[in-house]
């Protein structure tokens, strides 16, 4: 009699019945992926914030020597040394500062020694809105006074405050340092001329990655140095002009003006309503009547709009134009980490990761989201031409 060798029940190599799937990894993978990128951004931040002095002077360098590279490279081809050129143009950075400083110096401390009288007339000129803020300080200080009469055995310590002159002194050797340590690294790097590129073509390991890799630090150095430049020559043009607005506006020292326009315009949309508001406040101290106080604020803020508005997006061009919502947030969290010498410096490094993302395949979705609102028009007119 046969006997039936097929088991009695199915196992798992039955075809007809699918043997349970594992869960995908792949989600759990992602989730340890972002807290592992989460946790080094923490921490990366945390050290740019801690060891501010050593980042700051570091990377001001190496921007610098991005704007100032193809000029020594300029000078290499008509016969000057690398290392002269390099010294020549440092030399002369520090002389412009010096100067400026030098000459900004008497105006700006008579100012800052001046800042107790200049606030005490602002309120003087604004004595008839002071009504209501009054009332509401009298309240306060009844309230106040109502809560020392419940205490009275609470000892107040007053702890006075150093003037801004004073915390100036204290922090000068440090800027001084500061300065140093960029000059002499912006030095070197200038110095080394094409030791970047000579080390990137050894490090890559085929010649298609040696070409495609030396192709984007140029590209990156030639975009990020035409813009430094272009703001550069930008901003000193719309220091002059407002120097010469303050000048026929009768404003007192129009050469320190000219110089904070100039300076503050590398931080976007907050340096021109600083700069305004320091206009305004000085020129309500410096005239006597209203009629003469406005003009040197719309002077100041008619130049602004003219160059926020119509001539850095045309010698800029749209290519480097930045999302509106990243620039402001760069500028927040720089200033945030290094002050206000990170906020100078929030836009050249915006501009730099933008350029790179440019050249980068796998970083299209970063250059994307920090690139400016497409234009129709403006896109239809290039593709036309």
């Known amino acids: 009699m046969a006997t039936d060798s097929s088991p ?75 290392a002269l050129s390099a ?59 109502m809560t020392k009469q419940q205490d009275v055995s609470a000892q107040k310590v007053v702890v006075e405050e150093p003037g801004l002159l004073t915390r100036a002194a204290t922090g000068l050797p440090s800027v001084a340092t500061q300065i140093g340590v960029t000059c002499i690294l912006l030095l070197f790097l200038l110095a080394s001329g094409d030791m970047f590129y000579e080390k990137l073509v050894k490090s890559l390991p085929t010649f298609g990655d040696k070409i495609r890799g030396v192709k984007i630090a140029r590209d990156v150095e030639r975009e990020i140095s035409r813009y430094l430049l272009t703001v550069t020559l930008i901003n000193a043009g719309l220091g002059v002009a407002v120097t010469l607005a303050m000048y026929a506006t009768g404003l007192p020292n129009p050469g320190l003006w000219g110089m904070m326009a100039a300076v503050f315009n590398f931080i976007p949309y907050i340096g021109a309503f600083t700069g305004l508001a320091l206009v305004t406040v000085a020129s309500i101290v410096s005239f006597d009547t209203i009629s003469a106080a406005v003009w040197p604020p719309l002077a100041f803020a008619g130049i602004t709009l003219v160059e926020g508005q119509f001539l850095s997006p045309l010698l800029v061009g749209r290519r480097l134009e930045l999302n509106v919502v990243a620039v402001f947030v760069a500028v927040a969290f720089w200033s945030w980490v290094w002050g206000l010498m990170g906020a100078f410096m929030a ?39």
Request: without cysteine; glycine residues 8%.
């Open 8 to 82: 009695a029940f199915p196992t798992s190599q039955d075809p007809e019945i699918p043997t349970p799937l594992e869960p995908p990894a792949e989600p759990i993978d992602k989730v340890i992926k972002a807290a592992i990128i989460g946790i080094f951004l923490i921490l990366a931040i945390g050290l740019i914030y801690v060891a501010k002095d050593f980042f700051l002077p570091v990377s001001l360098a190496f921007l610098l020597a991005l704007v100032l590279s193809p000029i020594v490279r300029g000078l290499r081809r008509r016969g000057i040394p690398e």
């Open 87 to 145: 010294l020549l143009l440092v030399i002369v950075a520090l002389s412009g500062l010096g100067a400026s400083v030098y000459g900004l110096s008497g105006p700006l401390t008579k100012w800052v020694q001046d800042a107790p009288s200049i606030a005490s007339e602002v309120q003087r000129r604004f004595a008839s809105l002071r009504g209501p803020i009054q009332k509401v300080i009298e309240a306060s200080g009844e309230v106040e006074q």
């Open 347 to 385: 836009v050249p490094m915006l501009v730099t990761v933008k350029v790179f993302a440019d050249h980068v395949d796998g970083l299209g979705a970063l250059s994307e989201f920090l690139a400016a609102r497409d234009d129709p028009g403006a896109d239809a007119q290039e593709a036309q031409g």
